[in-house]
C-alpha cells in the first residue's frame, strides 16, 4: 500500500516519541533518574545522544504489537540498553538490569475453546479470544502499548484489574491511543505540553500524575509532532517516491485508495463515515 507506507513511518515516529516519553514518566514518578522531552531537543540524531550515560534501574517493560508503532518503541529500548528476555523468563524471575519482553498476538490471546491462537482466524473472530496479559501484569512495571485495537477485540486488562494487589504496572505509555480501549485506563488524550495523567486504582478517577495510589498514563494522539523535522521528512520523502506522480497525472492507485468523495458520495473504502457524513 503505497500511501501506507507514509503513514507508517509516521507510526513508526509515534512509537519513537511514546517509549521515550514512557520511560521519562517512570523516571518522574519514581525520582531514579532523570529524561528530558522529546520537543527540547532539535532532531532524532539530537535525541540519541542524550541518552549517552543515561543508567536504568531494575525493572521489567512490556512492549505489545508487532507493527511499526511497536518497531519505534523496540528502537528506544535498544538505544537505552534495556535487553530483551523471552515471556517464560520475563515471568518467572527478577533481574540485576533493566529488561524488555516483546509481546506479539500469539504471546497475549488464546482461543476460548481450543486454547490456541491462530493469527487469520484471530483477525475475523477476534471476539472468540481472551487476552492472557493479566499474567504480565503482576510482572511489569511500564507497559508500552502498540497494538491495533477494535471494538471486538478483548482488552489487555479490565478496570478492576487495577485494584489488585499485583497489579503492578506503575506507568503506561498507551501510543496507539485508543479512549477506553485495549487500555480501559485511558481516559482520552493528553497533550505536547502535559502528556501524562494518573488514573486512580481505587476510583477509576482522573488525576495529577505521579500521585500514590494511581498509575500514570501517557497517551497524546499527535506524538510524531515532538520530532517534527525527522517525521516531515520522512513523510516527505514517502509522498515523493510513492504519490507524487499519481498527483501529477491527476489519477492513480494511490490517488484512488485516497479518495473519500467522488460524485456527492462516499466511497467504498470510507463507507464507515456515513454515520458521521449524513
Known sequence: M?????????????????AHNGIMAYGKRTGDYHLGRVAEVKDYRELIHTYFGLKLPRIKIAVTGSGRVAHGILEIMNLM????????????????????????????YR??????????DFHAHAEEYDCVFSYF??????????????????RLFEMDA???????????????????????????????????????KLSGVKTEPYLSGSVDVMAVGNLPNELP??????????LI????DDLRKGSGD??????????GRLTATFEYLADYAY
Not at 499485583?166 to 502528556?195: L, V, Y
Not at 494511490?254 to 460524485?263: G, H, M, P, S
Request: proline content about 4%.
Open 2 to 18: 503505497k500511501t501506507g507506507s507514509a503513514l507508517s513511518g509516521l507510526v513508526f515516529f509515534a512509537g519513537i516519541v511514546g
Open 81 to 108: 540498553d534495556v535487553q530483551e528476555v523471552e515471556p517464560d523468563e520475563y515471568l518467572g524471575r527478577e533481574f540485576l538490569y533493566p529488561v524488555y519482553v516483546h509481546l506479539k498476538g500469539s504471546d497475549l
Open 111 to 120: 482461543h476460548k475453546k481450543t486454547g490456541k491462537y491462530n493469527r487469520n
Open 137 to 154: 501484569c503482576a510482572q511489569t512495571d511500564i507497559l508500552m502499548n502498540g497494538i491495533y485495537w477494535e471494538q471486538n477485540i478483548p
Open 162 to 200: 487495577l485494584q489488585q494487589n499485583n497489579f503492578r504496572i506503575q506507568t503506561i505509555a498507551d501510543i496507539t491511543d485508543d479512549k477506553n480501549g485495549s487500555i480501559p485506563c485511558n481516559m482520552g488524550d493528553g497533550t505536547i505540553d502535559a502528556p501524562v495523567y494518573g488514573v486512580d
Open 229 to 238: 523535522r525527522d517525521a516531515s521528512r520522512y513523510f516527505g520523502e514517502q
Open 241 to 244: 517516491k510513492y504519490v507524487l
Open 254 to 263: 494511490a490517488i484512488e485508495r485516497a479518495t473519500i468523495l467522488k460524485d
